[in-house]
């Protein structure tokens, strides 16, 4: 084979080398994009496979943080405790049915009764009587509210006066009571103040209502005297949030019906009770209390 002939062989095959290169090139990089295609329709897939469980999830959340919201703390059990169905929202704006939380306050100390740490105390006419004999025993020994500074034994008698008064064994059954039925805390303070300060009814088995200046008294001795106060720093914040915030309709009361002896000013317990309560979020009828709060600061610029 003379040398033009072994040229054109090497060309042809070089030429046939190419070819072959550029065929299986166009066909690895064909099927490389198709490999390229089909992995980001997967990924694709899969990320809209995400985002709707994401969506599915968040429209759960939504809804159970809906549910939680709507459903306030203890409002599942309130029929059981109260007799009647949980109050709505709106219920602080109500005047009170005077016979409905008569029927409350009795259904309630007849669920104290049923409680076996209660019951197993055996406790002389039970919590009714337990809740009359504090009553008694706390109306007829007021905690001092004038001049409490002027002699270091006024201030030590308003100190120590749940204790003098009440004794060790009734505090002790009270902060029991307290810590068994903090769950529905808020509800029993609310039906309580309903019957003693709005309906001014007497507790059951009792003749005479409490005395609404006596309650003006612990009203004033909660908000305005250092062993009041010095008490009140002692409790857990949702119990003190919840005494100043009665505490306060009290003498909101006795300003209404002119019986406000001290002249106590509300207007800064107001303001100091409604900056805790909106940091507060254990609150079951938070709103219900800043509600009120804002008409009173509204009342009282």
Same mark, same amino acid.
């Given at each position: 084979?003379?040398?033009?002939?072994? !040229?054109?062989? &090497?060309?042809?095959?070089?030429?046939?080398?190419?070819?072959?290169?550029?065929? !299986?090139?166009?066909?690895?990089?064909?099927?490389?994009?198709?490999?390229?295609?089909?992995?980001?329709?997967?990924?694709?897939?899969?990320?809209?496979?995400?985002?709707?469980?994401?969506?599915?999830?968040? %429209? =759960?959340?939504?809804?159970?943080?809906? !549910? @939680?919201?709507?459903?306030?703390? $203890? %409002?599942?059990?309130?029929?059981?405790?109260?007799?009647?169905?949980?109050?709505?929202?709106?219920?602080?704006?109500?005047?009170?049915?005077?016979?409905?939380? @008569? &029927?409350?306050?009795?259904?309630?100390?007849?669920?104290?009764?049923?409680?076996? *740490?209660?019951?197993?105390?055996?406790?002389? $006419?039970?919590?009714?009587?337990?809740?009359?004999?504090?009553?008694?025993?706390?109306?007829?020994?007021?905690?001092?509210?004038?001049? =409490? #500074?002027?002699?270091?034994?006024?201030?030590?008698?308003?100190? &120590?006066?749940? *204790?003098?008064?009440?004794?060790?064994?009734?505090? #002790?059954?009270?902060? %029991?009571?307290?810590a068994a039925e903090e769950r529905i805390l808020e509800p029993a303070m609310a039906v309580f103040y309903a019957l003693l300060a709005e309906c001014g009814q007497p507790l059951p088995g009792d003749e005479q209502p409490l005395s609404i200046e006596r309650l003006y008294d612990y009203a004033g001795y909660f908000l305005n005297t250092l062993g009041g106060r010095s008490y009140m720093l002692r409790r857990e914040s949702r119990v003190r949030m919840l005494v100043s915030y009665y505490a306060i309709l009290i003498i909101d009361r006795a300003n209404d019906e002119k019986f406000n002896q001290h002249?106590?000013?509300?207007?800064? *317990?107001?303001?100091?009770?409604? *900056?805790?309560?909106?940091?507060?979020?254990?609150?079951?009828?938070?709103?219900?209390?800043?509600?009120?709060?804002?008409?009173?600061?509204?009342?009282?610029?």
């Open positions: 084979m003379n040398s033009m002939n072994r !040229t054109l062989v &090497t060309v042809a095959v070089v030429f046939a080398l190419i070819v072959v290169g550029l065929v !299986t090139y166009f066909m690895v990089n064909k099927w490389h994009q198709n490999q390229m295609a089909l992995g980001r329709q997967q990924a694709q897939n899969e990320c809209l496979e995400v985002i709707q469980k994401m969506e599915v999830d968040l %429209d =759960e959340m939504r809804a159970q943080l809906e !549910t @939680e919201r709507q459903m306030r703390p $203890g %409002d599942e059990i309130f029929p059981t405790v109260f007799g009647t169905p949980a109050p709505g929202r709106d219920a602080d704006a109500l005047p009170a049915d005077c016979e409905k939380v @008569e &029927t409350q306050v009795i259904s309630f100390f007849n669920y104290l009764d049923s409680r076996s *740490y209660l019951s197993a105390r055996d406790i002389d $006419g039970g919590s009714e009587g337990f809740f009359r004999e504090c009553a008694a025993l706390l109306m007829a020994n007021p905690p001092v509210n004038i001049a =409490e #500074m002027r002699e270091m034994f006024r201030l030590v008698k308003n100190v &120590t006066h749940f *204790y003098r008064v009440l004794g060790k064994d009734r505090l #002790m059954l009270a902060k %029991d009571i307290l002249g106590i000013d509300v207007r800064p *317990y107001i303001d100091y009770l409604f *900056y805790d309560i909106s940091n507060q979020k254990g609150l079951a009828y938070r709103e219900r209390y800043l509600t009120r709060l804002t008409a009173l600061r509204d009342k009282y610029m």
